[in-house]
């Protein structure tokens, strides 16, 4: 296990013990999520993607060039392995919502369509499912949404910010892929896991803190905001 000295006392990988955390979706943020909760010693990490590393996905994820080719689970478990020690579970297949998720899932998927099949299947009003994290981003601007998803009040302030992916505005890079800025997925990332590790502490009666239900932030100019219910 990584050695937690330096950040135990804000999260404790032996009091967060064996809970599972899915992460479904394995590019930009989602990668970098997986890493980063590795490094803070959470062991029951599960991912999901079909995905193959392409040549365009080493600029803005946590990938790099030997990986073109290969499945990103498969690189990322590697990654992982290397870095912390820890074997991570995977799912080289799209998540549907037919199979049982976590206690703690984040939602990062590439498209909304998908986020509201398994959001309907997997995580809504399903007890065992006790946080998911959602997460949204443009190039200089994301969203991150924190939600008890058996809680009516917070199905219902989450579903309201859905909307159909012919409405999304993605950006599109001349070659035709979708732009995407890896220092805005950085930031994305980091403010999820931040809000993993506040959830933890207050489920836990370590903190009086609770994570904002929606963080919205721009870089050009700066700001950041969050609102809860």
């Not at 399903?126 to 949204?136: D, F, G, Y």
Request: glycine share 8%; net charge negative; with cysteine.
């Amino acid at each position: 296990m990584v050695d937690a000295s330096s950040h135990r006392e804000i999260f404790s990988p032996e009091a967060f013990g064996e809970r599972r955390v899915d992460v479904i979706g394995a590019g930009a943020t989602g990668s970098r999520v997986v890493l980063s909760l590795a490094k803070l010693g959470i062991q029951n990490i599960h991912v999901w993607d079909f995905d193959k590393i392409e040549e365009h996905n080493i600029a803005n994820q946590v990938y790099d060039t030997a990986h073109i080719g290969q499945l990103k689970v498969e690189a990322l478990a590697e990654i992982v392995k290397r870095s912390t020690g820890t074997v991570i579970t995977q799912y080289p297949f799209a998540a549907d919502g037919s199979k049982q998720l976590g206690n703690v899932v984040f939602l990062m998927t590439d498209t909304m369509r998908s986020r509201k099949e398994i959001w309907g299947k997997a995580i809504k009003l399903k007890p065992h499912v006790s946080l998911m994290i959602e997460t949204r981003m443009g190039t200089d601007n994301g969203r991150i949404y924190s939600i008890v998803p058996f809680q009516i009040q917070h199905v219902r302030m989450w579903e309201e910010t859905l909307y159909d992916d012919a409405e999304a505005g993605v950006e599109v890079a001349a070659c035709g892929t979708n732009i995407s800025v890896g220092p805005s997925a950085e930031i994305v990332s980091g403010l999820a896991v931040w809000q993993l590790m506040r959830w933890f502490a207050h489920d836990q009666g370590k903190s009086e803190d609770v994570p904002e239900h929606e963080i919205i932030f721009g870089l050009r100019s700066s700001f950041i905001m969050g609102r809860s219910l």
